[in-house]
Every structure is written in C-alpha cells, then in structure tokens.
C-alpha cells in the first residue's frame, strides 16, 4: 500500500511538499504514478502526474490547470518515493491528496494526507 505524506494547515500563497512511498518495494519506479485530491462534495481528480521511472524518453509530467505553474511532481528511485511539490497554495486546494497509479487502482488508496489552506 502507498503512503501520502507532508499535509498540513498552510496559509494562502505557502508552500506544502507531499511525499508517497511504497516501503520495500519499486512500486513507485515501475509505475505512473499520479497524486490526486479529494475536496469535501466534489469528485476526487487527478492533479499531477509522472511517467515510470524506467520510461527515459518523452514526456515525463502532466498537470491539471488548477496545477500548471504551481505543482511540481517528482520522483527519487533511490528512495521509492514520490513528491509533490506545491507552491502559491490557495484555499480552492484544500483537500485529502492521495497517490496512485494512473490510472488509480482500487485497491490501494490509503488514506491519503489532509491539506488545508487557509488564513
């Protein structure tokens, strides 16, 4: 199972980093790997996204508009571990983050990391 991490309360215009990781395991190389959020009443959406660690050509990432230019995803292989990066937050991206596959598996969502912007 994955593991989201690095939520918190921020205010408007700070900066959160995520972290997912998949201990003991390449899981988080040899997969896309994508973070998604949930807000409270809405549909959960996927808002970054990183190619396979074993894919060397072509594009690498792809963004929502919500994230262009604000979100950054990155990859350690060394540590099985994805980032999200997350800059200039506005209270619209308070939600529960998860990570996934792209496309989500069903079964290992997690519980995902609480993100709150708020003044």
């Known amino acids: 199972q994955l593991q989201a991490s690095g939520g918190g309360l921020v205010q408007p215009g700070g900066s959160l980093r995520l972290s997912c990781a998949a201990s003991g395991s390449t899981f988080t190389i040899i997969?896309?790997?994508?973070?998604?959020?949930?807000?409270?009443g809405k549909q959960r959406e996927l808002v970054a996204q990183i190619r396979s660690g074993?894919?060397?050509?072509?594009?690498?990432?792809?963004?929502?508009?919500?994230?262009?230019?604000?979100?950054?995803?990155?990859?350690?292989?060394?540590?099985?571990?994805?980032?999200?990066?997350?800059?200039?937050?506005?209270?619209?991206?308070?939600?529960?983050?998860?990570?996934?596959?792209?496309?989500?598996?069903?079964?290992?969502?997690g519980q995902g990391t609480q993100v709150t912007v708020s003044s």
Request: proline share 8%; charged share 25%; net charge positive.
């Open 31 to 40: 997969n896309d790997m994508g973070w998604y959020r949930q807000a409270p």
């Open 54 to 109: 074993i894919i060397t050509s072509g594009p690498r990432t792809n963004y929502a508009d919500s994230a262009k230019g604000r979100f950054t995803v990155s990859r350690d292989n060394a540590k099985n571990t994805v980032y999200l990066q997350m800059n200039d937050l506005r209270p619209e991206d308070t939600a529960v983050y998860y990570c996934n596959t792209v496309p989500g598996r069903p079964d290992i969502w």
